[in-house]
């Protein structure tokens, strides 16, 4: 009676092992073989010579998974029995390729590394043949051992092991062994005829070559190469684009390849995956590049436009989409909670400026991202500045067109690893392990990089110049559109202008006593809610009123502070007339309780508060300058003329500007209300009349602009950035007066900001104008998306809190186009006296963090803090660095 090996009582390894110790060749015949299972057995046949009379002969019958077959076998189409050349190339094909993805499976070991050099060790020394049976699937599992013994010269093994790990040692099976000759030799008939059939295909060479080109290799594979392979594999979304997609031939000529190869790639991203964020540094044509984009898309998947853009971009949108016949629909982001909630759908939405959207709980925010979701739109995501202060920053963005749960394919693997694995973060976290929930817990760098590859192109200067650029004779580096012109990338050059503050009106500005005055304000205005009387309740309207107030807070004061600071380091004028303003407003708040009238409380919204979007210093109570009824040149230095002015304003809100006000009973507002209002407003006048009236003809810094303008640069373009509307009004007024010609300013009010823009630069905007401005004063409502590289000079005559800005500042003439070899940037500093201003911001910047938790985590708050000088060196030291890596 046979034995019977099925894994369970009886093991059918270890007597075939011992089988082979003693045999001088064997024929196995299975369906299935893995390579890595030849370890169970490589050493018993090592004493084997090689040679037909001393070998293992191993036949694979196997070509289709049992899926497949099952699919063929109830397919109603007729099958074919046959095989032919081609057929039998691409099985053999398939079956090499089976075998180079089962070295993929699991970690990687030296004990396996051993066995699969064994394994092709043996095959190069002829003691292993392997051949593929194709002309039928063949399920058999036959083991024929041959030694030499007079008695028993075969021993048989029959049944269902296949020659893998599974199959020989740890799955239930059912094998018996043959011992009778004559069974056997009608075995090894059988096997004979098999191995010897026409469609018996040698596949010996191709294992060992598989073997040879995987992590088993015996020779080291240099860094570079795994580095390269690496890459070709990370990059198969970006070549996968670069093929699938084509540039319209009527845009060829306007595109340099780096912008192409965006376009393409976009294309498949956007089509994958439902979005892209296009993160290009300032000045490599993000616009240009969305624009044919959408075009593609509209022309070949017949989809519409909806743009949705900074409000002083949208001339320059209106123009790139009648350039590139996109049936588009653009609204400024500033009214999208009036325009999306009854907009029809759009399938594409481009939104310009996406760093803007940065913060989910944003009312404009949760409409945009409701309109995107409800119309299933795909979205293209402009911005040179995704991430500010932590990768929130950026998953917000993302968030705008994916669902938090929704499977992204991949993991946070650096958190899985700190975490110990997924069952642990399953364990601490109710989210999918594959969503970008999972990833908004992770801080690794590496786990925010694989995501992003998904969904951003983003490309530096540095990156454009090693790959894409050429170099002249001169060593200059340029760019070639199709039609041979060059487009030549300038070197930035950046400078520090100083003014003294001995004998000037700035040396009274920086004094400590300025500093002591700003940092003790109670600023109550800006947290009323901190004066509610508890319990009080008003009206229905009054009660949404006072919980508006309850949520601002100290955020609102802290932005106020900020804000004054800001202003002093901007200019003497525009910090003497915000001064002027806020010792208005408390005393036109003090008019109102002293009358028992109702008080007028403006806006509670943090982001008017930021000099980024808004440059007036008007918005925290909602008043235009207008209603004031006399000019006083910005100080009164008399509490009576200010109650006089107050009353008179008061008068004004409630005639003609009572709607843009809520209005609240003063009864709700404890006494302590009224006590800080006057402290503050008294704590101001007596600065005021410190500083004294503000005098044009001795401001050192106004001079030194002048000089620059008149004597270092007298006939260029120049471009001068402030933060604030005041100050562009000043000195554009002032060097007017000095004789400087050709001159306008730009701030948020403008009635028309592109019409200036197109004078200034008429070349880059494709305009014609009659008369060209020479020196433009902005704030930074034109540091983001516009054309301005006619002019090669900048002056910073502030410096923002935050290096990105000035980064962004220059991106408006240092991009493509700019036909001067160098761009200037000039950006002005104090001589001495700034020491005050650094203690200033460290205590601001450590108060700020103290109230995290009441502050939150605004990216307003928490830009870049560090003192000018520190600010300029970084900038002059690494604004390419810094500009690279945004």
């Known amino acids: 009676m046979p034995r019977i090996f099925d894994n369970i009582e009886s093991h059918l390894l270890p007597i075939l092992q011992e089988s082979l110790l003693a045999a001088q060749r064997a024929d196995f015949c299975v369906g299935y073989f893995n390579l890595r299972g030849w370890q169970s057995i490589d050493t018993y046949i090592d004493h084997f010579l090689g040679g037909d009379l001393s070998c293992c002969r191993l036949l694979i019958g196997m070509q289709k998974a049992p899926q497949e077959l099952l699919q063929q076998s109830l397919s109603l189409l007729p099958r074919s029995n046959g095989i032919d050349k081609a057929t039998s190339a691409r099985l053999k094909k398939q079956i090499v390729q089976d075998f180079c993805q089962q070295l993929t499976w699991g970690n990687p070991s030296n004990r396996d590394q051993a066995a699969l050099q064994r394994l092709g060790q043996q095959i190069q020394a002829g003691k292993l043949v392997i051949r593929l049976f194709l002309r039928y699937n063949l399920h058999a599992k036959l083991y024929l051992i041959h030694r030499d013994d007079v008695n028993n010269p075969t021993v048989g093994f029959l049944g269902s092991s296949n020659l893998t790990f599974a199959g020989l040692q740890q799955q239930g099976e059912l094998n018996i062994d043959v011992l009778d000759h004559d069974a056997c030799a009608k075995l090894q008939k059988w096997f004979n005829d098999r191995w010897s059939d026409t469609w018996s295909l040698d596949i010996s060479a191709d294992i060992v070559e598989v073997i040879n080109q995987s992590w088993a290799r015996e020779s080291l594979i240099s860094p570079y190469h795994i580095y390269l392979k690496i890459a070709y594999h990370l990059s198969f979304e970006a070549r996968a684009g670069l093929a699938e997609y084509k540039i319209p031939r009527q845009f060829d000529q306007d595109l340099l390849d780096f912008q192409k190869s965006a376009i393409k790639i976009a294309a498949r991203y956007v089509q994958r995956r439902g979005g892209v964020l296009i993160g290009d540094v300032v000045g490599l044509g993000k616009t240009r590049i969305a624009s044919i984009l959408a075009y593609i898309l509209q022309e070949d998947y017949d989809l519409e436009i909806l743009i949705i853009c900074p409000k002083n971009l949208l001339t320059m949108w209106e123009d790139y989409s009648h350039k590139y016949k996109l049936r588009a629909k653009i609204i400024p982001l500033s009214q999208v909670m009036q325009e ?8 594409v939405v481009i939104i310009d400026e996406s760093h803007n959207l940065r913060n989910r709980e944003g009312k404009r925010y949760r409409v945009i991202q409701e309109y995107i979701n409800t119309n299933e739109s795909r979205c293209i995501l402009l911005t040179a500045t995704p991430y500010n202060k932590n990768y929130l920053d950026l998953s917000n963005q993302l968030r705008l067109f994916i669902q938090e749960d929704s499977n992204l394919g991949i993991r946070p693997e650096r958190l899985l690893e700190s975490l110990g694995g997924e069952i642990e973060f399953n364990r601490r976290h109710q989210s999918p392990v594959r969503s970008l929930a999972a990833f908004e817990k992770s801080d690794s760098p590496d786990d925010w990089r694989d995501l992003m590859r998904l969904y951003m192109i983003r490309r530096t200067r540095g990156f454009i110049k090693n790959n894409y650029a050429t170099e002249d004779e001169q060593g200059r580096k340029y760019l070639k559109f199709a039609d041979g012109s060059r487009v030549y990338l300038p070197q930035r050059q950046l400078k520090t202008i100083t003014f003294d503050l001995q004998d000037s009106v700035y040396a009274r500005l920086y004094s400590e006593a300025v500093v002591i005055t700003l940092n003790g304000l109670k600023l109550p205005r800006y947290g009323l809610g901190n004066y509610l009387i508890k319990g009080c309740k008003g009206t229905g309207e009054e009660e949404t009123i006072l919980k508006s107030l309850s949520r601002a807070g100290k955020r609102l004061m802290g932005f106020c502070r900020t804000n004054l600071f800001k202003r002093l380091e901007s200019g003497g004028y525009a910090f ?23 008080l007028p409380i403006g806006s509670q919204d943090l982001a008017l508060l930021d000099t980024r979007y808004l440059d007036e210093d008007l918005v925290t109570q909602g008043e235009d300058e207008s209603i004031e009824t006399e000019d006083t040149g910005g100080i009164t230095g008399l ?3 200010y109650q006089k002015r107050a009353e008179q304003v008061y008068q004004k809100y409630v005639s003609d500007y009572r709607k843009r006000f809520q209005w609240i009973k003063t009864e709700v507002f404890k006494p302590a209300l009224k006590k800080d209002l006057q402290s503050d407003a008294l704590a101001l006048i007596a600065l005021l009349q410190t500083c004294g009236t503000w005098q044009p003809k001795t401001d050192e810094k106004l001079e030194k602009l002048w000089q620059l303008l008149q004597e270092n640069h007298p006939q260029e373009k120049v471009l001068i950035f402030s933060q604030f509307a005041d100050t562009v009004t000043y000195l554009v007024t002032q060097l007017r007066n000095r004789g400087v010609d050709k001159i306008a300013g730009v701030t948020g009010n403008s009635p028309n900001p592109a019409e200036i ?13 009659e008369e060209e401005i020479r020196v433009l004063v902005a704030t930074d409502i034109l540091s983001e998306g516009l054309n301005l590289q006619d002019c090669a000079i900048i002056v910073n005559y502030d410096l923002p809190w935050a290096i990105i800005r000035l980064i962004q500042r220059a991106g408006r003439v240092d991009r493509i186009g700019q036909k001067a070899s160098q761009v200037l940037c000039y950006s002005f500093l104090p001589a001495e006296g700034v020491e005050r201003i650094i203690k ?3 205590r601001l910047s450590q108060r700020l963090r103290e109230n995290a938790e009441v502050v939150g985590t605004d990216e307003i708050f928490f830009e870049e803090e560090m003192d000018n000088q520190t600010l300029l060196d970084l900038y002059h030291e690494k604004s390419e660095v810094i500009e690279n890596l945004g």
Do not use: C, G, W
Not at 340 to 347: F, G, H, V
Not at 757 to 769: D, E, I, K, L
């Open 340 to 347: 999306l909630p009854n907009l029809r759908r759009y399938r």
């Open 576 to 598: 003497l007339q915000s001064l002027d303003r806020h010792i208005l407003r408390n005393y036109i708040f003090l008019h109102a309780m002293a009358n028992n009238l109702p």
């Open 639 to 641: 509490e009576k003329e």
């Open 757 to 769: 823009v197109h004078r200034f630069s008429p070349r880059s905007n494709s305009q014609q104008v």
């Open 840 to 842: 200033l911001r460290t």
